[in-house]
């Protein structure tokens, strides 16, 4: 007699803050987590690009999560930070946040799914919400975050 048992697969993500609220992004995706420097701005780009940076030789475009949320603007600190992200098939793009907090192990059974209505589509943004103990954390679909 077999039994079908269900493996419960565990994903890390690190944890970030965006005023309020914490978002996680799977690791897989980070390649750098960077301190705030300076920002060549680009012109004519999008409102939510803010520019680039010069890493180690390397010229990175760098977006804010905050205007690309339709939140108020970035409020740059001792713990902003810029988090470079490497997708497969993309080149690095680097995303302003408010604080990286950390990095926590999250179960799939522990993951709720989001509708993917919402205004403007911005379910396309979210993989879901993930229970951290007492606290939830907003899964982010990074590859919808970044493309464009």
Known sequence: MEENIIVNETKQYIVIRLGNEQFGIDIKYIDNIVRMQRITRVPMA???FK?????????????SLRVRFELEDDVIDTKTRIIIIKMDSQSKVGILVDQVK??????????EKVAQGGPEGSGQYLDGVGKNGEELITLLNIANVISD
């Open 46 to 48: 999008q409102d939510y």
């Open 51 to 63: 520019g680039v940076i010069n890493l180690r030789g390397e010229v990175i475009p760098v977006m």
């Open 102 to 111: 950390e990095v926590v192990t999250i179960g799939t059974e522990e993951i």
